[in-house]
């Protein structure tokens, strides 16, 4: 048994390491010309890190947070050198991300107490909320749990169909109705049913229109409350998807959203492919909102639980 999961996992690291590889190319790249020559870490060389923190999209709040941190340190040991910075970076880094991300998850699970568990998705269009909700779908299914998908983007027919596909492909089922309709009542149909079912997991889907923000703040206050109506204490997590690729753009959408409703966790997709990565560590930090979910990948495998302690390793590899 211990023999599969250290396979798994390590068969995870590698898929973490190859998706997060263009931004630990980026930022170790900047780091060692950062301090070649240098032996010591000393002002100039923490300049230099502030600005490579800055330009890896870790954000400035936590850069300088960061950069604090490094510097009590080499107030305390004068002659810190320079071969030292990555291990003491690293540390630092995963200290900051412990302060939001309590667990070392590293298994898609159900809360024991919930069931069903509610999960509603939201986010601004294109950013991945259909994709992660099918991934995960995918992975609560191949957990042994029930899950029941619901279509609450209602605001265009093909958002409907794009979530029909993903739950044909998982073999769950879904609740939908047809294009324009209420997205609340969708969610009252969605809970009803898996309480009908007895289902272990459901995950409500939204539209990510933020054009006006007083509407989407109202329509996702809305689904809320109805969704208490028939389970008290729903939705159980609100999950921002942002897009990690990009960079300051998805600090923006938290700062909108997380003003609009109530998030507890995030889900940041699309880490493969960019050297943006940075923006976990900056946006968990900032928002003090744990990272749930990775997206690493367009296929139905290429979601990960997130955990702080190999996302750090593979973007210091
Ligand atoms: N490379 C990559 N693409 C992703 C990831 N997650 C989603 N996508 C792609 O992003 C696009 C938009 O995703 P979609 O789920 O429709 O976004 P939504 O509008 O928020 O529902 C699709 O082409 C997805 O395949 C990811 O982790 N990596
Ligand atoms: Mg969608």
Redesign the pocket.
């Known amino acids: 048994m211990n023999f599969f999961k250290k396979i798994f996992s390590s068969e995870k690291k590698e898929d973490l390491d190859k998706g997060l590889e263009k931004s630990s190319t980026s930022f170790l790249s900047k780091l060692t010309k950062a301090v070649a020559g240098k032996s010591k870490v000393d002002d100039d060389v923490l300049d230099n890190l502030e600005e490579i923190l800055v330009s890896s999209d870790v954000g400035v709040n936590t850069t300088l947070k960061i950069i604090q941190r490094i510097e009590a340190r080499v107030s305390n040991d004068k002659y810190l050198g320079t071969d030292e910075l990555n291990k003491i970076l690293r540390e630092e880094i995963a200290g900051l991300l412990s302060e939001t991300n309590s667990g070392e998850a590293s298994e898609f699970e159900v809360p024991k107490d919930k069931k069903p568990y509610v999960i509603m998705v939201v986010?601004v269009?294109?950013?991945?909320?259909?994709?992660?909700i099918g991934k995960l779908a995918n992975q609560f299914k191949k957990s042994g749990y029930s899950v029941v998908l619901g279509a609450g983007d209602t605001f265009r027919a093909a958002a409907i169909d794009?979530l029909q596909i993903w739950a044909d492909r998982v073999g769950v089922p879904i609740i939908r109705q047809q294009m324009g309709s209420d997205p609340a009542s969708v969610a009252f149909d969605t809970l009803q049913s898996a309480v009908a079912q007895n289902a272990d997991v459901v995950i409500i889907d939204t539209a990510?229109r933020l054009h006006n923000k007083v509407g989407l703040m109202n329509e996702l206050t809305k689904i809320k409350r109805v969704m208490e109506k028939v389970i008290s204490d729903a939705p159980h997590d609100v999950m921002l998807?942002l897009d990690g690729s990009t960079g300051q753009n998805a600090f923006e959408q938290a700062k909108q959203f997380t003003a609009a409703t109530e998030v507890t966790c995030l889900a940041v997709?699309?880490l493969?492919?960019t050297a943006k990565g940075g923006v976990v560590i900056g946006i968990s930090d900032q928002f003090q909102i744990p990272v749930k979910y990775i997206?690493?990948?367009?296929g139905i495998n290429?979601l990960q639980v997130f955990n702080k302690y190999e996302f750090v390793d593979s973007f210091f590899k």
């Open positions: 986010g269009n294109g950013v991945g909320k259909t994709t992660t794009q990510g998807v997709t699309k493969d492919g997206g690493v990948g367009e290429d």
